[in-house]
């Protein structure tokens, strides 16, 4: 189709930030880092490759997920330990604070509660930052490998890619059934994974994961957490995913409670304010 006269002058307009977040209240990462100091481990679990586990994370506690033997992304589910309704809302976290998160960035909660859920205090991965290709690391664009999709691009019923894990993980922490758990599984905080879009197609696209052991993602709970996370079956994602070829490597989940005193001040965040009438 023919271009119309004014095609540049369209192009060039600007672009205007959809939600300006600095009026979104501030995380106190000074409080959090003294809190921090000395804080009690509490609890662990490791992520076996090719599988999920889950791990509860008290309010005021810190999450630490790391790297223990080699490359590998890990896809993360966050629900209110009290009522699996709430949960990680990916696609409003990506609209106020960008495609990945870092520290400082907050992991928030669906409608119609949409509070922050938790707090991302340390990454040491930050010194990647954006790339040549467009890509960077911890990303909420990124959904999960299901077996849905794999069915959808003409391939076999598979597993053990991160959908089914955490179905079945959530399914073992709460008793119910694979039916209900699936009902819960939403898109994933993909912890390690460095991803973007083509600049020519605006195709996802991943790519090795600069993450090695030792490399660690925290989070701090704002209110009580539910932690599910899969070892993704693409190992470091730089080849493909949902399958059994990739190498891949454990996962550990630590939970860390701060001392007593430490949080003085501190308080979960309330619930959305919105009075929910929709103009009526």
Known sequence: MTQPVDAADRRAIRPVICYPNDTLPAPDLTLYGKAREGAEKIGEVTVPPREAA???????????????????????????SADLSERFYS?????????HVTT?????????????LATVTTDTLDWYGID?????????IGTRCDPYTGRALGGPDYHHCCHSNLTRALAQARGMS???AESHVHDVLNVFMCTGFTRDTGQYFMKASPVRPGDYLELFAEIGLLAVMSACP????????????????????????????????????????YDRTHGL
């Open 234 to 273: 693409g190992g470091d994602c730089g080849s493909e995913h949902s399958s059994d070829t990739a190498p891949c490597h454990p996962m550990l989940m630590e939970v860390f409670k701060p001392q007593v005193g430490r949080l003085d001040g501190w308080q979960s965040p309330e619930i959305n304010p």
């Open 91 to 99: 696609g409003k976290t990506r609209a106020l604070h960008g495609t």
């Open 178 to 180: 694979l039916e209900e």
């Open 132 to 140: 040549e290709f467009g890509g960077s690391v911890h990303d909420v």
């Open 54 to 80: 889950s791990i509860e994370v008290p309010a005021g506690c810190f999450l630490k997920i790391t790297s223990i033997e080699g490359p590998q992304v890990g896809d993360l589910n966050l629900f209110n």
């Open 104 to 116: 400082g960035d907050r992991l928030w909660s669906n409608f119609p509660t949409l509070r922050p």
